[in-house]
């Protein structure tokens, strides 16, 4: 099973992309911020259609502001049952 369709994978973008929406940071201007000419890699990652790996995990915590810490207590708090 592909990680992008595990729920606690799921979980963890969502949480990204509130938090991005939050700061009123669009897709565009996170995407620049990370080197990315335009929006498609932000956008592929919250439409699952491409996995982040861990270190563009963290990258994107701290072009954010987040602290990478607070997106793995989400993963390991919200287990599931069946987990």
């Given at each position: 099973?592909?990680?992008?369709?595990?729920?606690?994978?799921?979980?963890?973008?969502?949480?990204?992309?509130?938090?991005?929406?939050?700061?009123?940071?669009?897709q565009k201007e996170l995407?620049?911020?990370?080197?990315?000419?335009?929006?498609?890699?932000?956008?592929?990652?919250?439409?699952?259609?491409?996995?982040?790996?861990?270190?563009?995990?963290?990258?994107?915590?701290?072009?954010?502001?987040?602290?990478?810490?607070?997106?793995?207590?989400?993963?390991?708090?919200?287990?599931?049952?069946?987990?």
């Amino acid at each position: 099973m592909k990680s992008i369709f595990n729920e606690r994978y799921r979980k963890l973008v969502g949480w990204l992309m509130a938090e991005r929406k939050f700061k009123k940071i669009s897709q565009k201007e996170l995407s620049e911020r990370l080197g990315f000419p335009n929006s498609s890699y932000v956008s592929k990652i919250e439409q699952f259609e491409r996995r982040m790996d861990v270190l563009e995990y963290v990258k994107i915590c701290e072009v954010i502001g987040l602290n990478p810490k607070e997106g793995l207590v989400i993963l390991h708090s919200k287990r599931l049952p069946t987990e």
